[in-house]
């Protein structure tokens, strides 16, 4: 059997990083074909000597520029946006979409053409773009597997072929779940950046606290899988070890359970659909467990709502209220605003907005951009 | 779509009615064409009038000869040993064996060879003779569904053909499982039939409190799929609501779990392999659930390796360490042997028999007849 060539997008981030040690540990399955990072030029040096890939991609023009010399000879390099355009037309095995943000929209939408093995990590193109990508992705008959944990649990639950009745997401309920309305109000981002099972990037932290995040995923449901917005449920599991339950018409439940452990989902995506080879794997049931499970408050947490209301009309709401909140974490995260401030820039955005249908990733990307200067005069009044 | 016949073993106690139910509730998928049961010709002559079968089969003469008159006509009496191996030779469309004890085995082992689905909700049988009921089955190409909701759900598990590392039954604990050494000594009949979370019959009762019960899982585990001793493990789950777990190679954990009640795993096996139509199925997750799990407290019931010693040994010790069970816990109910005689007698009984290989449901019988002998024996010294 020949090892499977890989692409890795955002391949300096921590799930890059992650699907690399997922690679390296199975060589005879996996050989690294390309990397491409925005600009962190010293961490993609290290890895290009590390894993020897034929194909390099630095975005940022001017640390591209940086590394030329540095590169082995034989190395192709691209950069900019049109280098991440041809990067994204090679054809390889497997690619791990691991860009953030939704700036990944853009190689991923070009990237179904030529490779048919998608582990997609990336939640913002799904949200904002989830028609357009998966119309392409079934048009050239291209796999996309969802690397997000609760995703990636559902899609593995739904691959037993149960006769689904309902879905629910389970949420760890962030930082913040057991805070009174009063004390939310006065939340720091330190406070908030503590998470208490999940190591992740700033931006989804702040997003689980507000359960923007967990909306976030109720929509990419309803995108990757085409289920109804009435038969997603979400249920708080502060141990996040359930990540995502099924509930068949008979009314029996089956339940996707690991450890808060990002290899596990980034491996079943890699290497689907055989099961994935992970060393040192847990026995999670040689010691005592304790799973609570209760229902989401929505009240405390109108971001929930909020995005929801918005997802269900459908369009360039989705586009918007993704980039909105983007420019509303960010405030937050550096000071300019309160916590319970991001989802009021959140309604205000949607509401200004006519609902208009979208077409094209340009489409995306005007109405991203579009509530992006909403949201900033917003935050200037 | 034809209604499917169906004859139910053992119609008149708390598994068969709840099978009566299913039927009922679905008079399209069901039709009742046999029942059968021990003595209890008050709740039979009820059944035959509501259910309006073809065939009844009382094995007690006696009661049998009570009963003859008042049938409506045309109604086919069987009666006695003999007349249940008639009855067990009826064409059907699906059996439901309730039948409790080692007395299932005969009409089973008979059974297999007319009825091309049996749901079975015997443990006894598969424990003393599963060799030849699974042997028997594979050549007549009968499809035999466990009952039991631990196994049942390991079915379930495994038919989602994930590359199974490892299964987990859980146990409740039954009723004594934080009591001490010093409490167990002293426990009552009243206490340990006191279960928490399932209404059961006694005897099951009082084995699942010694775990001798859950060691019989273990070994319906083996017998029915064929997975090694040391690929299953039992973890204390006090709520019943997860009934099995199976952990995949790459460790991810897939849980089978439902509300305790009987009517679920009995409505899966008469409906396999379609989805079961239940009624007011209750959505667990819209209230506050928890889940604990730990490790099996083994020295504090040794009653579960005892079992699974003389287990792993084979041959006759099944039906032995079964049938010797059967008599201690009578012995503990009637008030004759405390508490923790129940696993002496065990391990005297199964110590003094010779191992030998079973070929025969007469040789079962014989074991089972030998077991019980050496089990008064030792009560009378």
């Given at each position: 059997m020949m090892a499977k060539k890989i692409l890795i997008f955002g391949s300096t981030g921590s799930i890059g990083k992650s699907a690399l040690d997922v690679a390296w540990a199975d060589k005879k399955n996996f050989s690294v074909l390309g990397l491409c990072a925005n600009s962190d030029t010293a961490a993609l040096l290290e890895q290009v000597k590390k894993y020897n890939p034929k194909y390099v991609c630095i975005v940022d023009e001017q640390s591209a520029l940086k590394i030329k010399s540095c590169l082995p000879k034989g190395v192709v390099l691209f950069s900019g946006l049109s280098g991440l355009d041809e990067f994204s037309s090679i054809k390889a095995?497997?690619?791990?979409?691991?860009?953030?943000?939704?700036?990944c929209l853009r190689p991923l939408y070009r990237n179904i053409e030529y490779v048919k093995h998608i582990a997609l990590a990336n939640k913002e193109a799904v949200v904002a773009a989830g028609d357009l990508i998966f119309n392409k992705a079934k048009k050239f008959s291209t796999k996309i597997l969802p690397v997000d944990s609760e995703i990636n649990s559902l899609y593995q639950l739904l691959e037993g072929e149960k006769q689904c009745a309902q879905l629910y997401l389970t949420a760890s309920?962030?930082?913040?779940?057991?805070?009174?309305p009063a004390q939310l109000k006065k939340v720091t981002a330190a406070q908030v950046l503590a998470h208490p099972t999940w190591k992740m990037g700033k931006r989804i932290t702040v997003d689980s606290a507000t359960l923007v995040n967990k909306a976030f995923e109720v929509i990419e449901t309803n995108r990757f899988f085409g289920i109804d917005y009435d038969d997603i449920d979400v249920v708080v599991h502060r141990?996040?070890?359930?990540h995502a339950i099924l509930r068949r018409q008979d009314g029996t439940f089956f339940m996707c359970v690991y450890p808060p452990d990002m290899k596990m989902p980034i491996a079943h995506a890699m290497y689907h659909p055989h099961t994935a080879k992970i060393n040192?794997?847990?026995?999670?049931?040689?010691k005592n467990l304790l799973f609570t499970f209760e229902p989401l408050n929505m009240a405390q947490f109108p971001g929930f709502s909020v995005v929801l209301d918005a997802a269900k009309k459908g369009g360039n709401y989705l586009a918007a209220i993704n980039a909105c909140d983007e420019v509303a974490v960010e405030a937050f995260l550096s000071g300019?605003?309160?916590?319970?401030d991001i989802v009021k820039i959140l309604e205000y955005v949607y509401q200004r907005l006519p609902c208009k249908k979208v077409v094209s990733v340009e489409d995306i990307l005007y109405w991203d951009n579009r509530a992006r200067q909403e949201a900033v005069k917003y935050l200037e009044q």
């Open positions: 095995d497997i690619s791990v979409m691991a860009i953030s943000g939704i700036a309920g962030g930082a913040l779940y057991e805070y009174s141990q996040s070890y359930v040192n794997v847990p026995d999670a049931f040689d300019k605003i309160c916590f319970m």
